[in-house]
Structures are given as C-alpha cells and as structure tokens.
C-alpha cells in the first residue's frame, strides 16, 4: 500500500484501484479550468479516489455526480451514474470539472476548486503571464476563440460583500465582479495576447483567469454563436453574467471543438502587477493631443461602501490598499491623428476603457491639450510619483472636475434560419438553444 487510506471505506488508494482495475473502458483527461489543486472524484459505486490532478491521462469507468462537483463534456452535464460510452466519449478525450460553492451565498456561483477558493477568487495563487503553455506551434496562426473573467483578490473581495451586505443588504457590485465573463475572438494568438494587454492597463484591481482556443475553424461564427447562446445573461457588449458551471460548459465546448478539428485549449491567469516608466520621454515625433485623467464612474453607492471600508478600523491595509486603488485615476495621453476623434482624441482611447471594463457603464475624465502629449504624460507621472498607486499608470484619485462618457448601447440584428443553421453547424450552440430563444422572444427569423 502507499500509506494513503480511505476511512470511510477502510480500503487503501492502492487496492481502490486494482479492484477498478478490470473495469476500465475508456481513458480521459480531467480538467478544471485553472488545472491547479485538488478534486473528488467518485469511481465506481461511490468508491472515492482523491489525486492531484495535472493534465495527464488518468483512468475510470463511470463518474456519479455529488452535489458538490459536475462534469461537462462537448457542452453537456454528464449526468448521474451514466457510462461515459453513453455521451460517445472516446479515448483521449477531455473533460471538464467544476465545483459547486457550498457557502450561504445569495447567488448562483460554480468555482473551479483546483485552488480551493470559496467565490473564484485567489489567495496564494502563482501567476503565470506566459500565456499558458508552449503546446500550441503552429497553432498559434489559428482564429482564437475565448473567454475571460475577473480574479480578485480574496481578502478584498470578501470585506467588499461583507461591507456592502451592512450598506443596504444587496451584494450587487461584488457579485457582478465574480460573475463577469468575456466572451471574444482574435485573428491568432499574438493577437489575442494583445486584448488580454489591453484589458491588464484598465482593470487596476483584478488580475484574469484567461480560456482560449486556438483552432482552424472561423472564430467569428463560433463567437457569434456563444454570443447567442448566452444573450439572456448578456451585461453589456462583449461582457456576460456567467457562474463556474457556465464556464466549464464552454471549456468543454473548446475542449471537443479541439480535439474534432485539430486545435489546442489554453488556461493560463495574469499576473497581478503592471509597472510604470518613470524615465522622461523626448519630444514627441507625432505632435499634438491630450494628456488625459480618467476614473471609473462607479456610481454613489459603490464610492460610499469603498469609503466605508477606508474609515473602517477593522480593514486591514492590504485591503484599504485595494480600495484605493480601484478609485485612483488613470494618466495617459492620446494623439490626434491616430484615436479616430481628432478634436478630443481621448475620447478615442477611453472608448477603450469602457470596453475593457465590463462592470462601467461611465467613466469621468478631463484633458489637458498639449503639443507633446507623450512627454507631458511622462511629466505628470513623475510629478505625481508620490501617488502611484503601484499599477501600471494608475494614480491616487485627482480631484480636477471631470465630465461623463458612457457606453452606447448595440443594437443586434435580426437574421434570417439560414444564418441561425450556419451557427448551430459550428457545435457551439444547440438546435434546442436557438429554439427555446425563439420561443422567449429573444430572436425572431
């Protein structure tokens, strides 16, 4: 034996598994969406074998579903003392895995539990800012389809439900950051490594836990499509309200979609630092534009439950740290000639803020006009040094008077069956999704 034992059973891990031993039919892949920690797994008449699962192969005959953890495959549950022969499960193939939250929460959240964590948030979790894995080669040219949420931190995000619950009983602003989920594409990788940049200079507080599928398929159907299949759930844009049980559902569509047509899954996080530059800049060589200091509109509730949380003797630094950072402002510049809005080319890169930050629907911002917009950004960052907040180009809350830019609300199209036929033909959405849609009136043909 190996010294690992089953109380309950009384039946080392060893001899657990010899007895499945001539049982097993197909071999699997296990995966969370994180692949870190560890996972219950119950094999065979509740027989439980608990290993740290890392993506190689590991073997079983049939997965009984807890109430604590749920198995996706091609975008389906796998259901209760099923044979995985039952969904057409083949060797090599790739599940998904995602845990329940078992905590007294008033909303629905599914978190990977490879870290353990209560609300999909890290505490003492490594990063990794490579991108996830080498594994790709080729792959690389490949339309990348994906999805993207927030991490916050843990102490963070559990003193902010905490303080809003004694503001006025609603946890509205911390459970739109966890369920928070970006659904995209990009041409290839280096171009969706370059939206995940994007997204890093403009979220100050969270660090992203990133799923991408690199596959030679056309990642514009395949994001329409998943932009249908969850219009009911959609927040703003590109941005939707999904928990952890709806995430795994899409892995598992990347996972089959991967092994179908030749493609590679991968899932990596962010870091949580961004530095900044202090070092002068020279005279610009494309003259003319706008320094800009821009913060989120975050609206009065918000600011007042932040606040709280400052005054509060019991709120650790760490945390007051976190607060002041997500109320900082954000110095930049802009050009003239290349930001689309030659009278106020700030506007052009602060669009791009409302993009990145699904949980804004205003910013506030001033400008300064400047011949050297570049150099003069510089400037008022070494001057402002003092006042870093230590993330990239953020900086302690700048009280000149500022005025509003709000989202702009997208009008879908309606489409015609044949358009609808095409998405269903992609796998990643069903018949029965498209139809229940139609059904609630949230499609017509």
Same mark, same amino acid.
């Given at each position: ?42 094999? =065979?008449?509740?027989?439980? *074998?608990?290993? &740290?699962? /890392?993506?190689? +192969?590991?073997? @079983?005959? %049939?997965?009984? $579903? ?124 280096? =171009?969706?490594?370059?939206? *995940?940049?994007? &997204?890093? /200079?403009?979220? +100050?507080?969270? @660090?992203? %836990?990133?799923? $991408? ?137 602060? +669009? ?94």
């Amino acid at each position: 034996m190996d010294g690992s034992y089953n109380k309950a059973t009384g039946v080392g891990k060893q001899q657990q598994q010899q007895a499945l031993g001539d049982q097993l039919q197909v071999k699997i892949t296990i995966k969370t969406i994180d692949k870190k920690g560890y996972v219950n797994l119950y094999v =065979d008449e509740g027989i439980l *074998i608990q290993d &740290l699962l /890392t993506p190689e +192969n590991i073997q @079983a005959l %049939q997965l009984s $579903a807890t109430d604590h953890h749920y198995l996706f495959f091609g975008g389906r549950k796998l259901e209760a003392d099923r044979q995985l022969s039952h969904y057409n499960i083949s060797s090599g193939s790739t599940i998904l895995c995602a845990v329940r939250d078992t905590t007294n929460c008033t909303y629905a959240i599914y978190p990977t539990s490879f870290v353990w964590d209560s609300e999909a948030v890290a505490e003492g979790v490594d990063d990794n800012e490579d991108g996830g894995n080498n594994e790709g080669g080729d792959k690389d040219n490949f339309d990348v389809v994906y999805f993207v949420y927030l991490i916050l931190d843990k102490e963070f995000s559990d003193k902010l439900r905490e303080t809003e619950q004694q503001h006025d009983g609603s946890t509205e602003f911390s459970t739109l950051l966890r369920q928070l989920t970006k659904i995209g594409r990009a041409a290839n990788w280096k =171009d969706f490594m370059d939206k *995940i940049s994007h &997204l890093r /200079t403009w979220n +100050n507080f969270a @660090a992203f %836990q990133c799923v $991408a599928l690199s596959y030679p398929g056309n990642s514009e159907d395949a994001e329409n499509a998943l932009h249908l299949a969850y219009s009911a759930v959609r927040h703003a844009g590109e941005w939707f309200l999904l928990n952890m049980f709806d995430r795994a559902c899409v892995a598992s569509l990347f996972e089959r979609a991967a092994e179908r047509l030749g493609g590679v899954v991968r899932y990596f996080r962010t870091s949580w630092a961004l530095g900044c530059s202090f070092v002068p800049r020279a005279i610009d060589t494309q003259p003319n534009g706008q320094v800009y200091f821009a913060e989120y509109g975050l609206g009065q509730r918000v600011i007042a439950v932040l606040v709280t949380m400052l005054n509060d003797n019991n709120t650790s630094n760490s945390v007051k740290g976190w607060c002041r950072r997500i109320m900082s402002t954000k110095i930049g510049c802009a050009w003239r000639t290349t930001c689309g809005y030659p009278q106020e080319p700030a506007r052009g890169r602060l +669009n791009n803020m409302l993009w990145a930050c699904g949980f804004l629907q205003t910013i506030y911002y001033r400008t300064v006009n400047t011949h050297h917009p570049m150099r003069d950004e510089k400037l008022e960052h070494i001057n402002q040094i003092q006042n870093w907040s230590g993330y990239g180009e953020w900086f302690n809350k700048d009280d000149g008077e500022k005025q509003p830019l709000n989202t702009e609300d997208r009008n879908f199209a309606c489409h015609d069956v044949d358009f609808y036929s095409h998405l269903i033909s992609t796998g990643f959405i069903s018949m029965q999704t498209v139809q229940k849609l139609a059904d609630d009136g949230r499609i017509m043909f």
